[in-house]
């Protein structure tokens, strides 16, 4: 097994990505806000690259079975249900729902792997099974970081480490120098992974525009135990 990370979806060519496992990383926040729909009952989840393209999809569904979620730097769109916050995907409001989301970035990481007919979603809220999902299935592997704003980002890259060091207890891997370094900075910092988050440009702006909750929320380790997979441009629980 050999195991590929990239710092931004931007880097990934499509041929690298056939016949592979692709695990795609925005911790802050889409893929854990995909995660967090689906445990609560959320009946699938459609990443969409562009906010028209989730108006568009949505005109041709039924108004009460769908939810608009997502932002635009970090802000919620206008007009649409709910934004980018995990907090807000409660059992409540998204049971039984088609959740069509447009992020920034993740949303478009999740696009951009599409080529692969493999790709699951993770963040730190389900690193240990994405970990075992990735050991069953025993191919080689792609890692795409979402990224922002086309730059690397530590919360991905901290991410992509916890769930390489799973993944060394359960089998052995070959790795490409970004994996290792998201390995070693992981394994430096797992004690408390804030104590190096905290410095990175993504958390610090979310955290200023009023997002703390979302930080604590998505920076815990193993909260669920699923693997939301993405197929034919929907993403559902396994």
């Excluded at 989730?54 to 709910?82: Q, W």
């Excluded at 807000?88 to 992020?103: L, P, R």
């Amino acid at each position: 097994m050999f195991v590929e990370t990239y710092e931004t979806y931007n880097a990934v060519y499509d041929k690298i990505l056939k016949g592979k496992v692709v695990v795609v990383i925005d911790t802050l926040r889409a893929t854990s806000v995909i995660t967090t729909a689906l445990v609560n009952g959320a009946k699938e989840v459609i990443p969409v690259a562009d906010i028209e393209d989730a108006i568009n999809m949505s005109g041709h569904l039924e108004r009460d079975t769908i939810l608009l979620g997502g932002e635009r730097n970090a802000v919620k769109i206008e007009g649409f249900d709910l934004s980018n916050s995990p907090l807000e995907y409660s059992e409540d409001v998204v049971k039984g729902k088609t959740i069509i989301i447009t992020t920034t970035n993740g949303t478009r990481a999740l696009k951009k792997a599409s080529s692969s007919d493999d790709v699951v979603v993770g963040c730190l809220l389900n690193v240990t099974s994405v970990a075992d999902y990735i050991h069953r299935e025993n191919k080689d592997v792609v890692i795409i970081c979402a990224g922002t704003e086309g730059k690397f980002s530590i919360d991905d890259i901290i991410t992509a480490g916890a769930i390489l060091d799973r993944l060394e207890k359960l089998s052995p891997y070959e790795s490409d120098d970004l994996s290792k370094a998201s390995y070693f900075l992981y394994k430096s910092f797992q004690d408390n992974i804030l104590n190096i988050m905290k410095y990175g440009y993504h958390l610090n702006r979310i955290e200023k525009l009023g997002f703390h909750e979302d930080v604590e929320f998505c920076t815990t380790i193993d909260k669920f135990s699923v693997v939301p997979k993405y197929i034919n441009g929907v993403v559902r629980l396994v």
